[in-house]
């Protein structure tokens, strides 16, 4: 499993571990959970690293990704494209039989409207955002990989995904370092487009209908989000905040001239993807997966604000607690998150 130690690939182990699968993780920082780690970096030329992990698994996953630095398209492209073909590569050399592959909403085409789409919408993605754009080159990669082998390979398409423990490495990802968590508790007005719908989804719901698809080998692509869609208003609620309507493109210039200032983190491309997506029609992972969602759309954005209001956090390096001085401290010797460079 690349990506074993993030938020999803948390989740992912978990599940598997209490239906007495092997789990091997393939991550950069190993740590967290009690299974068989192997050190590579997906951005960067692992061939051989990987097919030795891989040779002898019934199946491979595929969650690696990576959100920061923004302001490095060409690092995110290596190792969102670039490791997604760096591993299709590799399970074709070491002959695995199944490859479970994490998409997402952000790979399909914009919504002509909110009649709930299934997963024979296109996916060709939103333009102006670098995260739609590489998930949609992934997508492009798997179709290829398809057409020459005989490899199986299952597709999750889903909307946001929450648990409580990925609360600071999120913060991490969207929040500038000097903004302490705390401040998510004391938020007095929401400024957000009245239109706004969201799909949220628990990570150990995605989990489960991981686990589904490697035990019954069920190809295809299978959306996945918690039931009922939810407004900008529900998100005001469960702030306990009161909704001002600003409307998208107004969110967008703010949020462009922010990122362009490094004032903040998230691209614009973010907005226009929130504005944008279809609505998840989940049918197929129901009846062929007989999957069903543990948690309600509103326990997840409640769980999730939670989580980020307290930093928690998880075992792993990726899911290491959130702190200001920590923040600063990185920032002063790497740069601000959404520009640093790796080592």
Known sequence: ??????????????RLRRAGHDVVGVVRRPGGQPIDWVVADL??????????????????????WGFQPTHRPDYLESLGVGGTRRMLDAVSEAGVRHVVHQSSIGAYAPRRDR???????????????????????????????????????TRMR??????????????RYFL???????????????????DLTLQVVHADDVAEAIARALESEAPGPFNLAA?????RDDVATA?????????????????????????QGVDPGWVDLAATVPILDTSRARSVLGWAPAHTAPSVLAEMIEGLAAADHGPSPVLRPRTVLDGVRRAWRRGPVAQRRRP
């Open 1 to 14: 499993m690349t990506g074993a130690s993030g938020n999803v690939g948390s989740a992912v182990v978990r």
């Open 43 to 64: 951005s960067r030329d692992c061939h051989q690293v990987l097919v030795d992990a891989f040779r002898g698994a019934d199946a491979v996953v595929h969650l690696a």
């Open 115 to 153: 009649a709930p789409v299934a997963e024979d919408w296109p996916t060709t993605g939103i333009s102006s955002s670098p995260y739609s754009r590489h998930k949609v080159a992934a997508e492009r990669l798997l179709d290829a990989f398809e057409a020459r082998s005989e490899t199986i390979v």
């Open 158 to 171: 889903p909307g946001i995904i929450g648990q409580s423990s990925a609360g600071s490495a999120q913060l």
């Open 176 to 194: 500038p370092t000097v903004v302490p968590a705390a401040v998510l508790r004391r938020v007095p007005v929401l400024p957000l487009d009245r």
């Open 227 to 231: 039931d009922p869609v939810l407004s």
């Open 239 to 263: 702030l306990d905040a009161v909704p001002l309507h600003v409307p998208m493109p107004v969110l967008r210039a703010v949020a462009d001239l922010s990122w362009r200032a490094r004032l």
